[in-house]
């Protein structure tokens, strides 16, 4: 079989997996949907594998095969088949989403056992890997935004899952919004490259016409470009369309896991490298995307200093993350920021799943002020989430340690503005670092809470079932959390899936040793042969010293934290007591919702409210509705009235219309 | 001997392949009457209808193998003509027999009046529509309106015993007799006028011989539109309709509905287009302006109605002011959508007729709008042909209705009539009002009593339909049921797949190829 052949099966896969699990739910036994979900992206994977085997068989500059499969539009002018490309970008973010999203996938079967939307949660959760792979494995610019959308839908019926929260339906329109904001920018930029890149749409073709229609910043590419990278923000999160990922943790544990930190949220990272051509032609907007992505980065990692809740540091460590993948891509950093995805995915996957153990421990909490002491009565997460933090902090040599500092090393050696960026990505590394330790101090050190306590006696804690939001009551029924929690200590495929990611967070960094292997690099190079940062690599000597500072840093904030939480408990509450305002900003996001309220939510509702009353019940339901169903009420009336039954009547009004007939047909014979 | 020479000599050419369709069903209606004689259940109930569907299936057959496309083939002298127009429109009509047949067969009507007599009848009428159908000559027309007409006196009187039946069969016969008398009367000037009753003849001499503003002309046409626009129930011609179409039996009410609609169509259509075109500039003004009130007197008279016959009456004479329309524009493109839209109407109104009919013989509300409550819940098969039949008649997409809006809108705007075709668009909208209003009561009222269950079925609980019984099963009545269901079905394949209908209408709108194409 070819690439391209094993590259469909990849997409049938799951595509298969959504359409037997969603009509068969009913026939499906227990966790029966979740096996056989499981089992879809499982096949998706060693499709993936597949592939990749068969590419590699491929000199290094032919590595790419793209097939059709059908017509997908064929208008005047435009012909966009149904086709994929494979080369090896594609099947790297392949092979990483369908291999996290396996891994969640058996995870989410005990997670996921006592809720009443089983069968449905599968169909989503196939049906989002469908998209997803679509649109990493995309042929042209129509198929990706069509597999762009698929995701955007995915993740907002999942955020929304439960879908008797309000706060989950509203977290889900809030996505939603957010990222069609962004899906409007990607078709626009689509549409400014068919019309002046010489009508392609494929990449090489829109490639190759700009490269001929474009000198170096030209201003149009400049526009396209940054319209892409509107569109990449707002599926990434990145400032200023972040505020819906935070609110996106409304949905179940596995989804913020699996959509929400591994895999969706990372393909903006993949668009801008897919880009990359058009990037490097357009210095100017691949530096304005740097430079948000060094202040998303920062900005998001002090959020996740000051907030309480377990889901949303973790969301908050995912915006940051992401800044730093971006920075590598719109750097040219191509290989550090696809590393770093790769790692990412490992270690964030794994740290959601962690959380998602510990609030099964918690009866569905997920306030770290509730927490504190699991780290006897789960000993399992406890050691798997330490393993993530360490990734999370870059602590040597754990995956993360590798890949951040590959990027960070790269802008070092670019200098200049890209040394600024790089401090930033620095000095961001160490709060990482610290709120990383905050998390796993205050979680799973101190004094143990009474569910803890509980747990360590081996019952574990019933809660009431609120939200965890609003504290409202809820029944656990569907469109509700499921009766009953599970934790990673007792259910083996949790456990399964918690474990391979934890030896993927501590060993991922191999692929990618300075000086040692650079199988990665090697491996994506043909996709990169053309950029012209392809030699612009450090050495391998400066690249070992950025590796020493990084651990350095990681060090330091491992040890701010610990001497915070551990030695002297409270240093926190104080340092918060002598800056208030400072807590302020980072407890409240740096009012980022707050701007968006008054500048668009509430101008929007006013309008809304004035066309509400004034122009919908006033004038239209008033005086245009109200004034013509009163004439045609008084027809009726005169209708009904003519029609009184008696035939005379009747001969009258046939006289009166033959009268007005004949009147006017013997006036044309007068005139 | 020499006589009889000179007689044969001068006996007309008569095309008998050309007329064995009317032959079909004239012979068809003596037979059935002979055969009524027999007296006994098996000829009543079996016999008389299978004759009757025979002979309906003959004509059909015999129409199809004189199908033909291109301009009309006279078949007797100049009195008769065929062409695709012709044929098409007398499909319509057979079919429509035919769905009658399975309608009246249990009705009291047929047991009223008698089997033969109400289908002989049927069978003459419909006669009388084949000839009107290719008629090429006044005389013909005529002809072919009374034979149609006189018919259905009858068979709306047929429920003898009941007094609004009788009531509607006296009506239609005093104000269908006005409207004969003002029809034959402008046929009389229109002959007058130019000196001929041939179609084309009068044709060549307006304008030629004839001044397009002779009076005498003009006072012709007036008189004959009037007495057509009677037929068609257009407004304000219509009066009669609502109150017939509800005392009539409610089978000849649908096969009033459609088959005579659909008539009064053909013969308007071949009236004006093919004797009148020459004049179609006073005609076109005048028949437009007739359309506008069809259609806002029609949409508005059905708006509050409670019985189902009333509120389908009203919304036939609505049709009637769209397909109008179609006629005003006179190209081929008007000619073939307002053929198409025929097609599509019999589709929806027999499919909405069969839900009444099915209805009002259980329920103790009649054809009353009540009768219909909780029906979606109570029999799903009889709900959704209601359901698509009204939504194709308000025009919905993926209904037949649909595309013949369509099709009939972009023949008015192609024909430079655009304000006509925003008219349709105005009425369809007036009428979802009481379209709409059925759905909702069969679909949107709350379930209540346990229904026996079927073998190996659980138990179903519905809503009490009102005057709720054994038979209320629409499968108590299984002929009504298919038919309902057949001519459902069409409205929806129709909808989606117009193609087949698109192309028969083309070759109607061939028929007459002096129109502007």
């Excluded at chain 1, 000993?379 to 960070?408: H, N």
Aim: aromatic share 12%; with cysteine; glycine share 10%.
């Amino acid at each position: 079989m070819s690439a391209t052949a094993w590259g469909w099966l990849v997409l049938a896969f799951p595509l298969a997996g959504t359409v037997v699990i969603s009509l068969g739910w009913r026939a499906l036994p227990g966790r029966m949907a979740g096996w056989l979900g499981s089992g879809a992206i499982l096949a998706a994977f060693v499709c993936a594998v597949g592939a990749t085997v068969k590419l590699q068989k491929l000199a290094p500059h032919a590595r790419h095969a793209s097939s059709t499969l059908f017509d997908y539009a064929h208008s005047a002018g435009i012909n966009i088949g149904m086709s994929i490309y494979v080369d090896p970008l594609s099947l790297f973010m392949a092979l990483v989403v369908s291999g996290v999203s396996f891994l969640i996938h058996v995870y989410s079967v005990s997670y996921m056992t006592s809720d009443r939307g089983y069968s449905r949660y599968f169909a989503y959760l196939n049906y989002f890997v469908f998209s997803m792979l679509l649109l990493v494995l995309a042929g042209n610019i129509i198929i990706l935004i069509v597999g762009w959308a698929g995701v955007g839908m995915a993740s907002y019926i999942l955020i929304s899952f439960w879908y008797r929260r309000t706060t989950a339906t509203a977290a889900g329109m809030k996505a939603f919004v957010m990222n069609v904001i962004g899906d409007v920018a990607l078709v626009l930029a689509a549409f400014l490259l068919w019309r002046h890149a010489g009508h392609h749409v494929s990449f090489n073709g829109i490639f190759a016409g700009s490269k001929q229609a474009f000198g170096t910043n030209n201003g149009t590419l400049i526009a396209a470009c940054l319209l892409l990278t509107v569109g990449a923000f707002a599926k990434s999160a990145q400032v200023p369309l972040h505020t819906w990922l935070p609110d996106a943790m409304e949905g179940p544990t596995p989804v913020s896991a699996l959509i929400h930190a591994a895999t969706m949220v990372t393909a903006g990272v993949y668009l801008i490298a897919r880009f990359h051509p058009l990037y490097e032609l357009a210095p100017t907007a691949a530096d304005i995307t740097a430079g948000f992505a060094a202040f998303t980065l920062f900005y998001a990692a002090t959020c996740a200093l000051a907030i309480t809740d377990l889901k949303r540091i973790i969301a908050y460590s995912t915006i940051s993350q992401i800044g730093y993948m971006m920075l590598g891509v719109s750097t040219g950093g191509y290989d550090g920021g696809l590393f770093h995805l790769m790692t990412h995915a490992f270690f964030k996957a794994l740290l959601f799943m962690g959380a998602g153990s510990v609030i099964g421990a918690m009866a569905g909490i997920q306030d770290i002020d509730r927490m504190g002491g699991f780290r006897k009565s789960m000993r399992f997460t406890y050691v798997t989430f330490v393993v993530g933090a360490l990734a999370l902090a870059s602590f040597p040599p754990m995956s993360g340690w590798f890949s951040k500092d590959e990027i960070l090393g790269f802008d070092v050696h670019r200098g200049g503005y890209y040394l600024v960026l790089a401090i930033i990505g620095f000095a961001a590394a160490l709060i990482t670092a610290f709120y990383s330790f905050r998390m796993v101090f205050r979680v799973f050190h101190g004094a143990a809470v009474p569910e803890a306590q509980s747990l360590e006696r081996g019952e574990l804690a019933h809660g009431e079932h609120l939200n965890p939001m609003t504290g409202e009551h809820e029944d656990t029924d569907v469109g509700f959390p499921g009766a009953e929690h599970h934790i990673a200590e007792r259910e083996w495929p949790m456990k399964f899936a918690m474990s391979i990611l934890a030896v993927l967070a501590i060993i991922g960094g191999i692929v990618g040793i300075p000086g040692v292997t650079h199988w990665l690099r090697n491996f994506l190079d043909p996709v990169f042969a053309d950029s012209k940062f392809i030699n612009t690599q450090p050495t391998d000597t400066s690249s070992w010293i950025g590796l020493v500072v990084g651990a350095g840093i990681a060090l330091a904030g491992i040890t701010i934290a610990y001497v915070c939480y551990i030695r002297q408990p409270g240093t926190t509450g104080r340092i918060a007591a002598r800056v208030p305002a400072l807590q302020r900003l980072f407890v409240n996001r740096w009012y980022w919702d707050e701007l968006y309220d008054a500048l668009f939510v509430r101008p929007s509702a006013t309008l809304g409210n004035f066309g509400r009353y004034v122009v919908e019940r006033a004038f239209v339901q008033g005086t245009l509705v109200g004034g013509a169903t009163r004439i045609v009420g008084v027809g009726t009336a005169i209708a009904r009235g003519l029609e009184n039954g008696y035939i005379r009547a009747y001969a009258v009004l046939m006289l009166l219309g033959f009268g007005g007939l004949g009147l006017y047909f013997l006036l044309q014979a007068a005139f | 001997m020499t006589t009889l020479l000179i007689a044969a000599a001068k006996a007309p050419v008569i095309d008998y392949k050309g007329i064995s369709p009317l032959f079909a069903v004239a012979g068809g209606a003596v037979i059935v009457l002979m055969a009524a004689l027999i007296r006994g259940r098996f000829a009543q109930r079996v016999l008389v209808p299978f004759l009757t569907v025979g002979a309906l299936g003959a004509a059909i057959g015999l129409s199809i193998w004189n199908w033909h496309t291109g301009d009309s083939r006279p078949i007797v002298e100049g009195a008769l003509a065929i062409d695709p127009l012709a044929l098409g429109l007398s499909l319509l009509f057979y079919i429509t027999g035919l769905a009658t047949v399975a309608f009246a067969w249990r009705s009291r009507a047929l047991r009223e009046s008698g089997t033969g007599e109400f289908f002989g009848l049927m069978l003459g009428s419909i006669a009388g529509m084949t000839i009107l159908g290719s008629a090429e000559n006044l005389i013909t027309l005529f002809v072919g309106i009374e034979l149609l007409s006189i018919p259905l006196y009858v068979m709306c009187a047929s429920d003898v015993r009941r007094e609004t039946s009788l009531e509607s069969g006296l009506k239609y016969l005093v104000i269908g007799s006005v409207g004969s008398a003002t029809l034959l009367y402008g046929l009389a000037l229109i002959y007058g006028a130019t000196g001929h009753t041939g179609f084309a003849e009068i044709n060549n001499a307006i304008g030629n011989s004839v001044n397009l503003t002779d009076p005498l002309l003009l006072t012709g046409i007036a008189l004959a539109a009037a007495g057509l626009a009677f037929k068609a129930s257009v407004a304000p011609f219509h009066a009669w309709t609502p109150d017939v179409y509800e005392g009539a039996p409610t089978p000849v009410t649908a096969f009033m509905a459609v088959a005579t609609k659909t008539a009064a169509f053909a013969v308007i259509l071949r009236f004006f287009l093919e004797a009148l075109v020459s004049a179609q500039e006073q005609w076109a003004p005048a028949l437009a302006a007739l359309a506008v009130i069809t259609i806002i007197v029609g949409n508005v008279g059905a708006i509050a109605q409670n019985s189902l016959k009333r509120m389908l009456a009203w919304s036939g004479v609505a049709q009637a002011g769209y397909m109008l329309a179609g006629v005003v524009v006179g190209t081929q493109l008007g000619l073939q959508a307002t053929a198409f839209y025929l097609a599509m109407y019999l589709f929806m109104n027999l499919a909405a007729f069969g839900v009444v009919i099915a209805r009002e013989r259980v329920s103790e509300h009649g054809d009353g709008l009540k009768s219909l409550e909780g029906l979606g819940s109570a029999s799903p098969l009889l709900a959704w042909p209601m359901t698509i039949a009204m939504l194709s008649l308000a025009g919905f997409p993926a209904t037949a209705g649909f595309i013949g809006k369509f099709y009939l809108i972009s023949a008015a705007v192609d024909g430079n009539w655009a304000w006509l075709g925003v008219m349709i668009v105005v009425g369809s909208m007036l009428s979802l009002v009481y379209y709409l209003r059925v759905i909702a009561v069969m679909w949107m009222t709350p379930l209540k009593i346990e229904l026996p269950g079927r073998p190996r079925r659980a138990r179903r609980e519905v809503q009490p339909v009102a005057g709720w019984s054994p038979e209320a099963d629409p499968r108590a009545q299984p002929e009504v049921l298919l038919v309902t269901l057949i001519m459902a079905a069409a409205t929806i394949f129709f909808g989606i797949v117009p193609s087949p209908l698109f192309h028969l209408a083309h070759d109607v709108g061939t028929s007459i190829s002096a129109l502007f194409s």
